[in-house]
């Protein structure tokens, strides 16, 4: 079956701009997680989601991210006011539930000029 | 601090020689360990899930074990084909169940 999809692929924007990215989940998975991964680093962790909730949003790095997941499934991850230093690759990723295995997408890289 | 240190960062290997990749975790309360493929451009394969010491996991060429400090992905007769970044990762006591603290991942390259 279809895995986890995330667009785009690659986005490209200017310091300061506002960016969302997305995220369409395993269907059935009712888990969600967000990390980024800096290059030659491992994913760190930003946010999950059990249901519609953030059940542990502690990874944010500031109040600039945001995250959503309005009806359970798509997840959109927003960022206001961009910086250089947000350049990563987002993993998006589901499980079918909190403590089954989780299926990542391949990312979006970001890279913020 | 939990904190996950994966060793070494990088190992060569010839097509057929065994060797092993380490996993060590400094964590509040161990609730599973994790290990992840990940290949160049793509996300994280799942591999193993590992809950306690003495446990132990096998999938064609690869088998993790766990110790109460440490994991190892052993592989056995490997090909070129195994050649990507391995990422361990732990699930800690004190945090949330969807928080997986990562390692720095070890690259693998297998040569035929």
């Known amino acids: 079956g279809a895995g986890v999809s995330q667009t785009p692929s690659n986005k490209v924007t200017e310091k300061g701009k506002y960016v969302e990215l997305r995220c369409d989940p395993i269907?059935?998975?009712?888990?969600l997680y967000w990390y980024r991964q800096s290059l030659g680093q491992g994913p760190e962790f930003l946010i999950y989601?059990?249901?519609?909730?953030?059940?542990?949003d502690s990874g944010l790095p500031n109040d600039r991210f945001f995250a959503v997941r309005p009806e359970g499934s798509v997840s959109t991850l927003k960022i206001q006011r961009t910086e250089r230093g947000d350049s990563a690759v987002y993993l998006c990723?589901?499980?079918?539930?909190?403590?089954?295995?989780?299926?990542f997408g391949n990312g979006t890289r970001l890279t913020v000029t | 601090e939990d904190q996950v240190t994966q060793s070494p960062e990088a190992l060569r290997l010839q097509e057929g020689e065994s060797s092993s990749l380490n996993c060590s975790y400094t964590?509040?309360?161990?609730?599973?360990l994790f290990w992840y493929r990940q290949d160049p451009g793509k996300g994280p394969e799942f591999l193993f899930t590992?809950?306690?010491a003495g446990e132990e996991k096998e999938k064609e060429r690869l088998k993790a074990t766990l110790t109460k400090k440490e994991s190892f992905l052993h592989i056995t007769a490997p090909k070129p084909e195994d050649s990507a970044t391995y990422l361990c990762?732990?699930?800690?006591?004190?945090?949330?169940?969807?928080?997986?603290?990562f390692g720095k991942g070890t690259k693998l390259s297998v040569k035929p």
């Open positions: 990723a589901s499980s079918l539930w909190v403590n089954s295995p989780l299926h």
């Open positions: 269907s059935g998975h009712t888990a």
């Open positions: 989601f059990q249901g519609t909730g953030a059940a542990d």
């Open positions: 964590v509040s309360g161990l609730r599973g």
């Open positions: 590992l809950y306690s």
């Open positions: 990762a732990v699930q800690a006591g004190g945090g949330s169940q969807g928080n997986l603290i």
